[in-house]
């Protein structure tokens, strides 16, 4: 099990509007859409979550510590587990309302199993994220 995963950003409130839109005030939260929710804001870094507590796998927002600026990695991609199709549609439809940049919609890959319902994208500092439904075809 992986215990958590960094994504860089350049701004770390445009970040915070794209992942969980201030709460869902102005668009669906990308995280929400798959059951994520933000467990600690310290301003730099922002962590989420599957649960309030931040037990088990979490997500860190931060600019790198390195003090050099934030850039996406070639070859590197965040893929997130939906448990139906309709996750996917309503985390790839509320990265798009949030400035995500489309890298690939909401359907089927046969080329990557039977079951693999996906869509990709990138968020405003331009990390790659996937959205995958492993489930057969009915969910």
């Given at each position: 099990m992986i215990g958590y995963i960094t994504i860089g950003a350049v701004d770390i409130e445009q970040a915070k509007i794209f992942y969980d839109s201030v709460l869902g005030i102005f668009y669906d939260s990308v995280l929400g859409a798959i059951g994520w929710q933000?467990?600690?804001?310290?301003g730099d870094p922002v962590g989420y979550a599957q649960n309030e507590t931040g037990e088990g796998q979490t997500i860190w927002i931060c600019k790198p510590f390195d003090g050099e600026t934030a850039r996406a990695g070639n070859g590197i991609m965040v893929g997130f587990d939906a448990e139906t199709k309709d996750q996917?549609?309503?985390?790839?439809d509320a990265a798009m309302k949030a400035g995500g940049r489309d890298e690939g919609g909401p359907g089927p890959r046969p080329d990557y199993g039977p079951n693999w319902y996906a869509a990709y994208l990138r968020d405003p500092t331009g990390n790659k994220l996937a959205i995958v439904c492993r489930?057969?075809?009915l969910t």
């Open positions: 933000q467990f600690a804001d310290y996917v549609h309503r985390f790839y489930k057969p075809a």
